[in-house]
């Protein structure tokens, strides 16, 4: 079945720190992807996405992405947390096809320190 | 636009009471999506409608849950019975044609 794996469960950094958040996919085919942030007692809100062209993404925040079609990898990088970004940050894929579900993965729980 | 409008926001109810979710999709999108959240099993999608019509409920959990979309601004997800275990917070999205998904506030459910 398809799948999302974030690498990180709880990531700890302090303010100024960079960041970077790791997202496979095991799928094989053309798709759609997603990170989403969930602050503290929010709904989901997107950060990016990417659907086709430069797989480099760049989203609200200053935060950005990168797809690696050969690794399936989505990963999220920020030069320089801000303790305003604590929160619980979920990769998500849509897959070709499939009706635009999202299928995400379990979450990274990002705390920074101020 | 509002956005994704869900109600209530908080629910506690007692194992076996009926128990309805309500959400109202932002105007104009076709595709609405139920998802629950819970520590154990993270986001899990239930179900999701394309204009109106269910396309895919292979997530609903067992025949307790039920949804429905009777027109293009209103949709519920229905527990009944509802038990301890469907504690959650039950998010709905919507979304137009071939975009990103816009998420509601949730409900959060606390079954006693």
């Known amino acids: 079945a398809q799948s999302v794996s974030q690498h990180n469960h709880h990531v700890i950094l302090s303010e100024a720190a960079s960041l970077e958040l790791g997202c496979n996919y095991s799928?094989?085919?053309?798709?759609?992807l997603f990170w989403y942030v969930q602050y503290p007692g929010q709904h989901l809100q997107l950060l990016l996405k990417?659907?086709?062209?430069?797989?480099l993404v760049k989203g609200i925040k200053g935060f950005e992405a990168e797809f690696i079609k050969s690794k399936f990898s989505f990963n999220l990088r920020k030069p320089s947390v801000q303790w305003s970004d604590t929160a619980e940050y979920f990769c998500?894929?849509?897959?070709?096809?499939?009706?635009?579900?999202?299928?995400f993965g379990q979450g990274t729980e990002l705390s920074v320190k101020p | 636009d509002a956005g994704v409008i869900q109600s209530p926001r908080h629910e506690v109810t007692e194992m076996g009471q009926e128990v309805t979710l309500r959400c109202k999709p932002i105007?104009?999108?076709?595709?609405l999506f139920w998802y629950r959240q819970t520590m154990m099993r993270g986001l899990e999608l239930l179900i999701y409608?394309?204009?109106?019509?269910?396309?895919?409920d292979s997530g609903m959990p067992e025949d307790r849950f039920s949804a429905k979309m009777p027109n293009a601004s209103f949709s519920t997800l229905k527990i009944q019975p509802s038990e301890p275990r469907d504690s959650a917070v039950y998010f709905c999205?919507?979304?137009?044609?071939?975009?990103?998904?816009?998420f509601g506030p949730g409900t959060r459910l606390t079954v006693l």
């Open positions: 799928y094989g085919g053309t798709v759609n």
């Open positions: 999205a919507s979304r137009p044609q071939g975009l990103e998904q816009f």
């Open positions: 409608f394309n204009n109106n019509v269910p396309i895919d």
């Open positions: 990417y659907f086709s062209g430069d797989p």
């Open positions: 998500a894929v849509t897959l070709y096809n499939q009706g635009g579900k999202l299928i």
């Open positions: 105007s104009g999108h076709n595709s």
